[in-house]
C-alpha cells in the first residue's frame, strides 16, 4: 500500500486510480466517492467495490481509513467540510457520490453544497430523520435514504407478516418478499394453491436450495425445501402469514 501524506489530507491507495484522477485519464467503469466510514458507509463503499466499481473513500478519522484501505481503490483521510480538500480529492472525476456523515446535519450540508459546487453528478445522502431528509433534498441530494429507518421498519414487517424471510420494497405499498411453504402447501403445485387468487399475489419465482427459477411451472410439485418469491401489495402479503 503507497501512502502519500500532506498537510492537507493522509492518502492511502492500492493502484494507480489515484493518479488517474490527477491526470485526468478516462476510467473505465463507474466510479464513487463516500464520505463517512461508519458502519453504512463502510458496506457502501464494500459492496461497490463488489459490484465492479471505482471507489475513493473519504473519513476524518484516520482508524477508519486504514480499516478500510485494503478494500478500496483509494481511501483519504479528510475533513470532508474543508472545501480547499474536497476540490483536492478528485471529486469531480466521481460518477456519484455518497454521503453517509448522518450524524452530524452540518457536516452533511456542507459536504452536499461543496460536492454541487464542485459538479458531482450524482448525490446520495443518509439521514437519520424525516426533517434533515429533507434538508438535504432541498439543498441538492439527488437521493436520501434512511437506513435505521427502513430496516426497522423491515424488522417490524417480518415480525407480523411471520412467514416472510426477505423484504424488498418497491414503493410505499408494494414488495417483492421470499416466503416459507405455510402448511399444507407441500406436495402441491402453484396451480392447485392459486394463490393469486386466495391472496391476490403472484408468484414470480421458486427458490429451492441451490436453485432459483424465475419462471416457475405452474404444475411443479412444491417440497418442504422450497420458499416462494411473491409480489404484491403489503396488505395482502400480510394476510398470508
Known amino acids: 500500500t503507497m501512502e502519500i501524506v500532506s498537510t492537507v489530507q493522509i492518502v492511502f491507495c492500492r493502484n494507480i486510480f489515484y493518479t488517474m484522477i490527477y491526470k485526468g485519464v478516462r476510467k473505465m467503469g463507474k466510479s464513487y466517492a463516500v464520505l463517512g466510514l461508519g458502519k453504512f458507509g463502510k458496506s457502501v463503499a464494500l459492496n461497490l467495490m463488489k459490484d465492479g466499481a471505482e471507489v475513493l473513500a473519504v ?9 478500510i484501505v485494503d478494500y478500496v481503490t483509494c481511501a483519504v483521510c479528510a475533513d470532508v467540510t474543508d472545501m480547499e480538500v474536497m476540490n483536492s480529492i478528485g471529486l469531480e472525476e466521481m460518477d456519484g457520490l455518497v454521503i453517509a456523515t448522518a450524524e452530524s446535519l452540518e457536516a452533511s450540508v456542507m459536504a452536499l453544497m461543496i460536492a454541487k459546487e464542485i459538479g458531482v453528478p450524482y448525490i446520495l445522502a443518509k439521514a437519520d430523520g424525516r426533517l434533515k431528509g429533507e434538508i438535504l433534498k432541498r439543498i441538492g441530494a439527488d437521493e436520501v435514504v434512511y437506513p435505521e429507518e427502513e430496516m426497522g421498519a423491515r424488522t417490524a414487517y417480518n415480525l407480523v407478516s411471520g412467514k416472510v424471510m426477505d423484504l424488498f420494497d418497491l414503493s410505499s405499498k408494494t414488495s417483492i418478499v421470499e416466503i416459507h411453504l405455510k402448511k399444507g402447501w407441500v406436495g402441491k403445485n402453484l396451480r392447485q394453491l392459486d394463490i393469486r387468487g386466495k391472496y ?22 412444491l417440497n418442504e425445501r422450497d420458499s416462494l418469491i411473491v409480489i404484491g401489495n403489503k396488505e395482502d402479503l400480510i394476510k398470508l402469514r
Open 59 to 67: 473519513d476524518q478519522k484516520e482508524e477508519l481509513v486504514r480499516d
Open 200 to 221: 391476490n399475489i403472484n408468484v414470480v419465482a421458486i427458490h429451492s436450495g441451490e436453485d432459483f427459477n424465475g419462471a416457475p411451472d405452474p404444475d411443479q410439485i
